[in-house]
Nanobody, 124 residues
Framework: QVQLVESGGGLVQAGDSLRLSCAAS????????MAWFRQAPGKEREFVGR????????TYADSVKGRFTISRDNNKNTAYLQMNSLEPEDTATYYC?????????????????WGQGTQVTVSA
């Protein structure tokens, strides 16, 4: 079982950068793949990125590819989302999630544990 807590959200201007953190507590953090999702008002929850248990295979949604970078530090039990060149369309509540599935997935239903979310607002 893993508990997740996001931090690092805030209000920034278009073109700025922001780094989100997801601190995990519980057993064997390295046994879980980690992902970031986001949800804007009036929209469905959207996959942002995922990283494997080892950190070797990060993948991204097309909307953020080239701008966002997901990483993890298993020694610190923490996952990160580095967001560069932020746009107003990136405004959303961002959630981290953990999965013990061995295969790649973007489906939120495959993730067993979720944080409470952190708000990111990007002004024009």
């Amino acid at each position: 079982q893993v508990q997740l807590v996001e931090s690092g959200g805030g209000l920034v201007q278009a073109g700025d950068s922001l780094r989100l953190s997801c601190a995990a507590s519980g057993r064997t953090f390295s046994n879980y793949a980690m992902a970031w999702f986001r949800q804007a008002p009036g929209k469905e929850r959207e996959f942002v990125g995922r990283i494997s248990r080892s950190g070797a295979t990060p993948t991204y949604a097309d909307s953020v590819k080239g701008r966002f970078t997901i990483s993890r530090d298993n020694n610190k039990n923490t996952a990160y989302l580095q967001m560069n060149s932020l746009e107003p369309e990136d405004t959303a509540t961002y959630y981290c999630a953990a999965s013990n599935k061995a295969f790649y997935t973007r489906a939120s239903t495959d993730y067993d544990y979720w944080g409470q979310g952190t708000q990111v607002t990007v002004s024009a």
